[in-house]
């Protein structure tokens, strides 16, 4: 099940508490058909405010459309670029014989490249969006209009996930209230700044109030600072400072 415009649901308690109070028998006669009578208020209400909220029930079946979204505005290197066709090609080849795709090509403005197709190739992009912008709401849109009936349904996103323009973050939540899949493929070749330990060497016993050495090994992605600490009992026992300079 899928809603379009689940805000609407908020109003329902607020709506069946008012019917209630409302509509409570206050006399002794006639309660059943009180009862009966606030009954099919509440139902009738219910069904409206499911029907304001674009309740929908989505049958996943063997079939599965795909949109591929490919960033190709100013900010994405060519390399880059060449790096989303080659992904796209390489995950059309590998479709299901149900399965369909379709491509759109954004930058400032999006374009069908290929519209829902089970071709497993993609020839020549012909598409040339304006690229000064990056509007992804704009992609998300157009790709949500290509998705046929009855079919599970995916959206690849292929980005440096730098939109300057539309409310991306908004359609991206209609899509997944729309029972769409979205995945994100990062075109910005950052390497995220981690450090992490791969080692901790110690004696397996010792005795009160010996001395050990303790080592560790870590690791980082990048050139980075840290400071590392021991605890013993909550205690800090040792704090040491260290930069890495090489990953």
Partial sequence: MALTHPFYLLFL??????????????????????????????????????????VRTVHGGDELAVVFLVDVS?????????QAWAFVREALASMGP?????????????LVERPMSADRNLGEVASVPRT???????????GLALFPPGAARRMVVLTDGRPTVGEAE???????AQGVEVDLVDLSG???????????????????????????????TKPTEATLTVLSAARCISRRWRRWESA
């Fill in 74 to 82: 100013d900010s994405v290197p060519q390399a880059r670029q060449e």
């Fill in 190 to 220: 950052a390497v995220p700044a981690e450090a992490w330990l791969t080692d901790l060497d110690l004696p397996s016993r010792l005795y009160p109030g010996e001395t050990f050495t303790l080592r560790v090994t870590a690791q980082a």
């Fill in 13 to 54: 308690p607020l709506a069946l508490l008012a019917l209630v109070w409302m509509g409570r028998p206050r006399g002794r006669y006639g309660r059943g058909r009180a009862w009966a009578a606030l009954g099919i208020r509440c139902l009738i209400v219910t069904l409206i405010l499911l029907s304001l909220a674009g």
């Fill in 170 to 176: 908004t359609v991206i939540r209609l899509a997944h």
């Fill in 132 to 142: 000064h912008q990056t509007d992804l709401a704009a992609a998300v849109r157009l």
């Fill in 98 to 110: 149900d399965d369909q795709a379709g491509v759109v090509v954004f930058g400032a403005d999006a």
